[in-house]
Structure formats: C-alpha cells, structure tokens
C-alpha cells in the first residue's frame, strides 16, 4: 500500500508542477505567450506519442529480439505462461529471447495486449529455473500494473519542461524589441530547465517505485524472495563482466532491465556481504540475515541511487527481505 500510495503522491506532484510552471508562463508572458504555451505543450506530447508508437520496435532492434512459440521452446514460454496466469493477466505476453551474453530480462509494449517478456540468452546460462521464474514474476509484474505506461506519462512532465527551454532559448535567438517580453522569456527558459533537472529525477524516482512493486509482485504470484534475491545476485555479478561496448549498445534502454547494468560493479562489490558463505548464491537464511538488520546500506549509495532508474542493489534485497 506504501509503495502505491508514493506512487499516487508522486504523479500527483508531477502534474501539479507542471501546472503550476505553466500558469507562471502565462502569467509571464501574457495573452500573447498562449500561443507559445500552446506549441510546447503539443509538440511534447506529439513527441511523446511518437515514443510511444515507435518504443517497442525500438527495443526489438536494439536487442536484435526473435520471438518464439511453445513448440520452439516449451520450458521458456510455459514459464511466462505459468507466471501471467498467477498474476491474472488474460492475454500471454509474447516470450522473446535475445542473443546478447549480457545476462538480464525486460519486458516492454504498449499496452497488457501487447506486451512481451524477453530474456537474453546470457541470463539462461546463468540462473537456475526457480530463479529465472522469479525474475520472469519481475517482468510479469511491470505488464499487470501498466508501468510502462504508467513511466511514458510521468515522462511527459521533464519532456514538457525541456521543450519549453528550448522554445524560449529559441525565441530570445530571435531578438525582440519588447525588452520585458525578452526578459520574460528568459526567465521561462531558466525556471524551465530547472524544472526539467528536477522532474527527471521525480521519473527516476517513479521508476525505482516500479521495481520494488514488481519484486513485491514476483512475491505475490508464488516465487520465493531469496529465489528474486539470488536471480539479482548473480545478475550483478554477469552484468558486472559485460563488455564497455555492449554496455554503450544498450544504454538507451537499460530502463528496461531487471537491474542497471552500468551500475553493475558498484552494486557487487556492496552485496557479497550478503553471500556469507560465497556459495555464489542467496539462500533463505542469509535472506532472513538482512531482515534482522545485519547488513547496512552506505549513506554514498543512498546517494548514488538518486541518479539511476533501478533501487540501489542492497536496498532492494532489504526489501525482499521483508516479504
């Protein structure tokens, strides 16, 4: 209820920001700036719908997706089956499988019809099938509560607030011989930019939301949590070894991810405290080790995860910890 309730307090931030910032540009610039207000407004949002449209292909490429059905791969595909099924969801997704060696899962569409839950082949070398479905609940999760939609229109907050910056900066380019219009264009541009760095953070913020209530989802449908805990162990260590290249090759999409995979040798070298017997897995008991308390997380990393779409490692664990 905490994590939906945050959820519900921030969209209703975002919106009340941007409200507000555009009764100021109103305010600013006077009848005469509507029309400005206006174009901003649409362009955004068409830009956005463009996204929007374009964004699942966009992951298909980038990830080189091949798409398979029950017959080509029965143990995969029953797998997502089973987990939509627990979660409730009425259509199946459609199961992707992604060459990549870069151990992860995502799940992407544009709406529960037309989503689809992918692997990479990497991750299938790495975990064993009881962690593999807790991550495959991860992802069956993000499609049952709508959040990729639920991130595109948060998304439409910092995207408005930006086209506006460069709307002014183009229009004060332009000169003009009303010296206090100028000015208040200016004035738009700067508060807009500000607004852009803060409203981005709040969708980063948005974003961390999503995956604690997707693990808390993978929970609900029947996975163990030291089965998720473990599954993002090892996917921090595989990721950790990934290329720079490949790394560069999926940073437009690593929202997508089950964890960051930039973020992923900082986050290790945190949780093999965890690991007390560095069996290379996460068991109950040292799941139940992080409940009590006996591993904290740095203020630094507390920190750190302001600037990222994924919860710091450690503090995801704590979380599955408690369910």
């Excluded at 209703?12 to 409200?19: A, D, K, Q, S, V």
């Excluded at 593999?132 to 995207?159: F, Q, R």
């Excluded at 080790?289 to 507390?302: F, I, N």
Aim: with cysteine; charged share 20%; aromatic share 8%.
């Amino acid at each position: 209820m905490w994590l939906q309730a945050r959820m519900y307090m921030l969209v209703g931030l975002m919106f009340t920001i941007i409200l507000g910032f555009l009764l100021f540009v109103g305010a600013a610039l006077g009848y005469s700036g509507q029309s400005f207000i206006n174009y901003t407004v649409i362009a955004s949002l068409g830009m956005l719908f463009v996204q929007y449209l374009i964004g699942p292909k966009t992951v298909e490429s980038s990830m080189k997706v091949r798409y398979v059905t029950e017959n080509e791969d029965p143990n995969l595909y029953r797998m997502v089956e089973e987990q939509a099924r627990k979660a409730g969801l009425k259509t199946v997704p459609k199961v992707g499988i992604s060459p990549t060696p870069m151990p992860n899962a995502f799940a992407f569409g544009k709406s529960k019809g037309d989503a689809r839950v992918c692997v990479t082949q990497g991750i299938r070398n790495l975990l064993s099938e009881d962690e593999l479905k807790a991550v495959i609940g991860h992802e069956i999760s993000h499609v049952k509560h709508s959040d990729m939609a639920i991130i595109t229109l948060l998304s439409a907050v910092p995207m408005i607030a930006y086209y506006m910056y460069i709307s002014s900066m183009y229009s004060g380019s332009m000169g003009s011989s009303n010296n206090r219009n100028s000015g208040s264009t200016a004035i738009v541009g700067i508060l807009a930019l500000v607004i852009y760095f803060i409203t981005n953070l709040l969708v980063m913020y948005g974003s961390r939301i999503r995956e604690y209530y997707a693990d808390k989802g993978s929970a609900e449908i029947g996975n163990e949590p030291h089965q998720l805990a473990s599954a993002l162990y090892k996917l921090t260590y595989g990721t950790a070894k990934t290329s720079k290249a490949e790394l560069q090759r999926v940073e437009g999409i690593k929202a997508f991810f089950v964890n960051d995979p930039t973020k992923a040798r900082g986050d290790f070298n945190e949780i093999t405290e965890v690991d007390r017997d560095m069996n290379g897995i996460i068991d109950r008991n040292e799941l139940e080790a992080v409940r009590r308390g006996e591993v904290r997380v740095g203020a630094s990393a507390s920190v750190m995860e302001l600037m990222s779409t994924h919860p710091n490692m450690l503090k995801r664990i704590k979380h599955l910890s408690k369910l």
